[in-house]
């Protein structure tokens, strides 16, 4: 049985919207509209969408925050919004945009509560807390309240805050929001081992195709609350049919280079043209192809990001594709 | 049950450390809290130095009256005051967070932020009572001893159940603290003055509607040998642990259904 399990999983809100001086409008928001998967033990999974798709929903539900309208819904065996507490103790929760600490309170404050809270053993404890200061570099903010400090410093906070209690899943949604290069690499360094080493389940919500690239063999995708891909991520280019951007530079302006097979012509300006070609196929051969028949200076390849891949994949104009593309 | 007590120690214990830290203002917060109560008081006092007598009750029988349900409000805001901030957090989903906890909901946000501040009120409460059964020439009996402590946990209980229910209320509408607060520091200027001043309808809703009747009016008046309100008998100055029970068992479960009905926020 997976560990974590949604069978046509539902939410909808009720919206009221004034639409006149005292009349109002009742309207129905499907934010999850029957989810169904499974999550193994030990899997590392993400789960994207575009804005809006009901991820945040999602990991709210199987958290117990928010109770579902319709479905089944299970972690380690736990019915989330039923036994929110008994659950709470197996799991660890970032939210990106919101912290889980006391605002007011120094982090080292915060991580005492935690332990009593969480009846966490004082050398686990210990242990635990050392670990995390140690890879996520929290010693020099241990004593600085949790307002005064900047949103990747919080971040790493409260991704340590989440696993003192050796929490068998781990939800973070968007944990990399804001955060700069360096910090990224040192929050996703951190999940790898924590993953590998502790086999603990994540399920981890981006808008960063880098996170998902770097971190999970396996990805959900889902928009207007319904599943719409779950498998590897290099199926859903081919599922998409994603396409990759080569940029050229050329020495002068040229009329458009139609002549190269496998990619096509998007737009010029100037020297510089953009071909799009898709994003399964390898770029080596669209390069020399491309060098060979015309006089090249520079040129790059830009990778499809999510939204765009998600905006190709499932609706969305030619024309706006194109431009998310860019 | 234990669960909350144990949360709510904890956190509370944790706010009075962090609140401590700073003992100079912390001393201050409690003198100018403490101060601004005890007018309240002496307002009464100075009303009295003109009339003497209030709906036919003295001025030692109005100050037990004043006394417990002072104590009594002081007790349960002191406990409970911190719900206050229960719209803002339905509001802007800051409850989320206390929801991922291993903790009962209710302590954790009771808890959160514990001003001992408000301690003031139940000083100043204490005060008056004492002050009052000093005055009082009242024919003590060992039921009517018991009756006191009993009144003031009882009332604070009920005072805490009402702001338990008004906290429910905000998951459905955000908007409506204004109200719960006119039940809980409402009810609690209402129950400083005897019943015989106010309007009969009033009082009536005061005993069988939002029974704050319970918390003072029914002891008290058995306790100074005068009929219960709003005929009511005379058994009912009893009852109070019986209506703190109900009000607890509603209020539990409009909570519970308050939480179910959450609905956090977009983002
Ligand atoms: N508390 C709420 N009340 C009403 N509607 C809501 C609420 N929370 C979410 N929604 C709606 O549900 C849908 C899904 O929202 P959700 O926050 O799950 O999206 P998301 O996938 O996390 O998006 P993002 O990438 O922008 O974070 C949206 O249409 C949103 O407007
Ligand atoms: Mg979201």
Known sequence: ?326 | MADSLRTYRMVAGMWIRSTMTYRASFALTVFTSFCVTFFDFVVILLMFGQVRGLGGFSFAEVALLYGLTGTSFGIADLTMGSLQRMGKRVRDGSLDTFLMRPAPLLAQVAADKFALRRFGRVAQGLMVLVWALVLLDVAWTPVKVLLLPMTVVCGAVIFAAVMVLGASTLFWMQDAAEVTNSFTYGGNTLLQYPPTIFAQELVRGVVYVVPLAFVNWLPALHILGRPAPAGMPDAAAFASPLVAAVCCAVAGLAWRAGIRSYRSTGS
């Open chain 1, 1 to 326: 049985m997976p560990f974590i399990e949604l069978d046509t999983v539902e939410k909808i809100f009720t919206v009221r919207r004034k639409t006149g001086l005292i009349r109002r409008e009742k309207r129905e928001v499907r934010a999850v509209d029957g989810i169904s998967f499974g999550v193994d033990r030990g899997e590392m999974v993400g789960y994207i969408g575009p804005n809006g798709a009901g991820k945040s929903t999602t990991i709210k539900m199987l958290t117990g925050i928010l109770t579902p309208t319709g479905g089944r819904l299970r972690v380690a065996g736990i019915d989330p919004a039923r036994e929110r507490t008994r659950l709470a103790q197996r799991i660890g929760v970032v939210f990106g945009q919101r912290t889980t600490l006391w605002w007011d309170l120094p982090l080292k404050d915060s991580y005492r509560l935690m332990h009593r809270m969480y009846r966490i053993p004082d050398a686990r404890y210990r242990e635990n807390l050392d670990r995390c200061v140690d890879l996520l570099d929290l010693e020099e903010l241990l004593d600085v309240p949790v307002r005064q400090l900047s949103l990747g410093q919080r971040m790493r906070g409260d991704i340590a805050a989440a696993l003192l209690h050796d929490p068998d899943v781990l939800y973070l949604d968007e944990p990399t929001i804001g955060l700069d290069v360096v910090s990224k690499a040192r929050v996703r360094e951190f999940l790898r081992d924590l993953n590998t080493t502790h086999g603990t389940t994540v399920l981890l919500t981006t808008h960063d195709l880098t996170d998902i690239e770097q971190l999970c063999s396996r990805v959900m995708v889902i928009d207007h609350g319904r599943l719409m891909y779950d498998g590897e991520l290099a199926g859903l280019h081919a599922v998409g049919e994603s396409e990759r951007l080569l940029v050229v530079d050329l020495e002068r302006e040229l009329p458009p280079i139609t002549d190269v097979p496998g990619a096509r012509f998007v737009r010029s300006e100037g020297p510089r043209q953009w071909l799009a070609f898709p994003a399964t196929a390898s770029a080596a051969p669209l390069v020399a192809a491309v060098a060979a028949r015309h006089p090249l200076l520079d040129l790059s390849v830009r990778e499809p990001d999510i939204e765009a891949v998600i905006a190709k994949m499932y609706g969305g104009t030619r024309e706006e594709r194109r431009e998310s593309l860019m």
